[in-house]
């Protein structure tokens, strides 16, 4: 099955950016469903953006206009570009990848990665 590593995560002030990649590796077929995910201590699990099989995207309210996700289908890569970085941006962020389709709110049948920090200082 596919295994997910993410990277990219850091502390950064507030304005900065950050740009996370996580990596599939193992063996799986081509065409999942990605996005990325993240959850601050005591709130629940929060979509932050999902890449369908042909690339389109969808985006939190919260970070729209601010973040990009993006896929390298050839390097197996998902990548999330986050700029105008928040405190409100602090969490672990998680990759996730299906062959069902994901949504912000609902992640079938999914692979995770272990997750990378982002901080966002005032």
């Known amino acids: 099955q596919v295994q997910l590593v993410e990277s990219g995560g850091g502390s950064v002030q507030a304005g900065g950016s950050l740009r996370l990649s996580c990596e599939a590796s193992?063996?799986?077929?081509?065409?999942?469903?990605m996005g990325w995910y993240r959850q601050a201590p005591g709130k629940e699990r929060e979509g932050v953006a999902v890449?369908?099989?042909?690339?389109?995207?969808t985006y939190a309210d919260s970070v729209k206009g601010r973040f990009t996700v993006s896929r390298d289908n050839v390097k197996n890569t998902l990548y999330l570009q986050m700029n105008s970085l928040k405190p409100e941006d602090t969490a672990m962020y998680y990759c996730?990848?299906?062959?069902?389709?994901?949504?912000?709110?609902?992640?079938?049948?999914?692979?995770w990665g272990q997750g990378t920090q982002v901080t966002v200082s005032s």
């Open positions: 996730a990848a299906s062959y069902s389709r994901l949504t912000l709110d609902r992640y079938p049948y999914s692979a």
């Open positions: 890449i369908d099989r042909a690339g389109a995207t």
């Open positions: 193992g063996n799986f077929y081509s065409g999942l469903f």
